[in-house]
Nanobody, 121 residues
Framework: QVQLVESGGGLVQAGGSLRLSCAASGRIFSIDAMGWYRQAPEQQRELVASITSGGNTNYADSVKGRFTISRDNANNTLYLEMNSLKPEDTAVYYC???????????????WGQGTQVTVSS
């Protein structure tokens, strides 16, 4: 099994910054793509940003230029640097990892428990 533990959420004023972290632990041989998703009340979960094991990134249009995703492969940790935050960024943020448990095995998707980000106007 694999556990993903997010941290770094909180309350911030519009224009402020937060840095989210997601630490993966457990039976991990390697991790392919990782990503951050968010879900606001009464809305569907949406992709915020993703990053491959090689460092290629992808962002939702709504966060381009404001958010930066990165990862530390040696420590199986994912980050999301969020700048110029807006009230519409308010949501629960979840990390996601596609994990291989051994060499040549298929990947399995795991989710963190979520961390609340609230941006006040």
């Amino acid at each position: 099994q694999v556990q993903l533990v997010e941290s770094g959420g909180g309350l911030v004023q519009a224009g402020g910054s937060l840095r989210l972290s997601c630490a993966a632990s457990g039976r991990i041989f390697s991790i392919d793509a990782m990503g951050w998703y968010r879900q606001a009340p009464e809305q569907q979960r949406e992709l915020v940003a993703s990053i491959t094991s090689g460092g290629n990134t992808n962002y939702a249009d709504s966060v381009k230029g404001r958010f930066t995703i990165s990862r530390d492969n040696a420590n199986n940790t994912l980050y999301l640097e969020m700048n110029s935050l807006k009230p519409e960024d308010t949501a629960v943020y979840y990390c996601n990892s596609n994990v291989r448990h051994r060499l040549g095995s298929p990947t399995f998707r795991y989710w963190g428990q979520g961390t609340q980000v609230t941006v006040s106007s």
